[in-house]
């Protein structure tokens, strides 16, 4: 008989509720599933339901209704009914039971069966049937002891006389209580009294029904809205009748009127409720995310599918335990879990994330949005947390923050600043190496951009803004240029940044991502080594003037010996001539190398 897997189809809450009584038929009326509470309260019936038809559980009178609003459902899928209607048994002793009816469909979407969820209302039925039967039996209002038992009646009986106006003949003092207007105080008839109580939007439906059960001598029955005298809406119910003299004529219109704003209170708030329920369980149980109930002691008391699948427990396994069960282990932060318990002892909502651990021990990251559960009254009633696996997310946040912590070392290590600007909103970002290069206080009243134009060096601020531009315009991709900076101290100091081109798929430029370094030194020493080598070219070429100038009489003498033959010692004139040209190639060497020297400077 449970084929159909109520299980699947309905929250356990529901399906071991000692307050709603679950039924799913097929179409014609045939029982495939009952809870356990229908089973006791119709027991006297059968032990078989599955041979039973829901109509054979109804009393006759009330067979048409059940019929009708199934006949609804059908027609309308998305639709809900509620009826309210009496047990079937012999006699006067029966229950009242609402049911709301809706349709059950297959997964192609086509309506298969029917399903109704019932919740007792004798109590509220019989006061309403019972006083209805007093009223239509009070014949006297002068009966003092009569009087006195109707005024302790928690509701008010009227008689009005059968004319066109419904001239009042009695109001018990009831109506005081409900109303805030003593009898005296309404006018001698219903119609232009009592009726401008009526909330607006409810006079006409509330005459029709009336006109049309005398017209028809049956008894009638409505709820509707009146403004108490304190402008507070409240909803009442009204029954009565036309009592008619011998000849059939209609003498009077006896009836009362009962409060049932608190009723209709519960009721909305059930409504509200079993919505509620339906969205919860549809939503839970088609949820990736883990999701768990427990009761006001923090006890689990149901899991969908998503917190087995993440966790490895099923819900037999994790039933009865509390919530946090799994934060146990060497790595758990125990703050957290001491936050997590207090929110729960305190009722109070959090989300958070935690190291948890799997049914196999494998670690897990748990982002948890919990929440305490209250009913209409405020009552505590329990907890609901969802649960997301984070576990990628944080290994990629643990990795991204490893990648920063070394790419701050290196960038820290060679005294490397990052700047960005964000090209939709004109934003500029510098890390505090930026802000110490360019002598300033990470300030938020002197933004990076400011900073810039202030310290560029004017002779360098039209190159660079030049450069930026054709970034910003696309015209280039990457760039790198080396400008001055004048510090606050006045000291200058030499920049070489570099910079690219951040897009979207779509070839938007979204940010310039840069760097700059401090160079300052560097230029310095490569001014120093042009001062050095200028100083070498002038020392060598004075030195090879100087010494070339001696030389070249040397060789002139010797040219004039060697012509006039007066040198009477030949090997010592060859070891001159020697000497005198070896000097020479050693002059021309200098000056090849000094050459050579201002060509590699002037690369």
């Known amino acids: 008989m449970n084929h159909l897997k109520a299980d699947k189809l309905f929250p356990e809450q529901l399906l071991n509720s000692l307050i709603f009584s679950v039924v799913v038929t097929d179409l014609g ?38 019929n ?21 048994s012999e006699g006067e002793d029966y229950f009242w039971t609402t049911w709301e009816i809706s349709v059950l469909k297959n997964e192609e979407g086509i309506v298969e069966g029917i399903v109704s969820i019932g919740h007792d209302v004798t109590n509220t039925q019989s006061v309403i049937n019972k006083t209805s039967d007093l009223t239509d039996n009070v014949k006297t209002i002068l009966n003092q002891q009569l009087q006195k038992f109707v005024d302790h009646i928690p509701g008010v009986l ?20 409900l109303t805030g207007y003593a009898s005296s105080e309404l006018s001698i008839n219903r119609r232009a009294g ?49 009592v008619y003299d011998a000849e059939q004529n209609k003498t009077f219109i006896d009836g009362s009127i009962f409060d049932v704003t608190s009723r209709k209170k519960v009721e909305a708030a059930l409504e509200r409720s079993e919505d509620e329920v339906k969205r919860l369980a549809l939503v839970a149980h088609n949820t990736t995310n883990s999701v768990l109930i427990a009761d006001t002691n923090q006890q689990i008391i149901w899991v969908n ?81 969802i649960e997301n696996d984070i576990t990628r997310r944080q290994q990629a946040q643990l990795d991204q923050e490893e990648l920063l912590q070394r790419l701050t070392l290196a960038t820290d290590s060679a005294q490397i600043g990052i700047w960005e600007i964000d090209i939709a909103t004109n934003n500029i970002i510098w890390d505090d190496k930026m802000f110490e290069m360019y002598g300033y206080e990470n300030d938020p009243a002197f933004p990076p951009y400011k900073i810039w134009k202030r310290t560029v060096h004017p002779e360098d601020l ?40 951040k897009k979207s798929p779509s070839g938007k430029i979204l940010r310039l991502i840069g760097t700059n370094r401090n160079i300052t030194e560097d230029i310095v020493v490569q001014e120093k080594l042009k001062t050095q080598n200028k100083v070498l070219r002038d020392i ?55 050459n050579n020297l201002d060509g590699l400077m002037a690369s």
């Open 29 to 66: 009326g045939r029982f495939k599933y009952v809870n356990p509470l229908f089973q006791y309260k119709f027991s006297h019936l059968s032990t078989d339901f599955s041979q039973l038809n829901f109509a054979q559980t109804v009393y006759a009178d009330d067979v048409k209704l059940c």
């Open 68 to 88: 009708d609003a199934a006949r609804e459902c059908i027609k309308n899928p998305d639709k809900h009914i509620t009826v309210t209607v009496r047990k079937a």
């Open 158 to 177: 009227y008689r009005f006389i059968a004319d066109e106006n419904y001239t009042i003949e009695f109001f018990s003092d009831g109506i005081e209580a």
């Open 194 to 242: 009592y009726n401008h109580l009526i909330f607006k939007d409810d006079i006409v439906m509330v005459d029709n029904a009336i006109e049309l059960a005398i017209a028809n001598k049956h008894k009638y029955e409505v709820e509707y809205r009146i403004v108490h005298k304190d402008k507070e809406i409240r909803w009442v119910f009204e029954r009565g009748g036309a």
């Open 305 to 385: 599918d998503g917190f087995t699948r993440i966790s490895g427990y099923t819900l037999d396994e994790v039933r009865g335990k509390k919530i946090g069960y799994s934060l146990e282990g060497p790595k758990v932060d125990q703050k957290a879990k001491t936050r997590l318990q207090y929110s729960l002892d305190n009722k109070l909502s959090f989300k958070e994330e935690f190291l948890s651990y799997t049914k196999s021990g494998n670690p897990l990251w748990l982002e948890v949005d919990c929440q305490p559960l209250f009913d209409e009254n405020n009552v505590h009633i329990g907890f609901m947390s």
């Open 462 to 501: 039209d190159m660079m803004q030049k450069i930026i531009g054709q970034l910003i315009d696309g015209k280039r991709e990457i760039d790198s240029a080396v400008y001055r900076i004048t510090t606050p101290n006045g000291r200058v100091r030499h920049i070489e940044s570099h910079a690219i081109v």
């Open 540 to 594: 060598a070429f004075i030195q090879s003037h100087e010494v070339r100038r001696p030389l070249a009489n040397i060789l002139g003498v010797i040219e004039v010996l060697n012509s006039s033959n007066s040198v009477n010692n030949k090997e010592i004139f060859d070891h001159l001539i020697e000497s005198a040209n070896e000097l020479d190639m050693q002059i021309r060497s200098i000056v090849k190398k000094t």
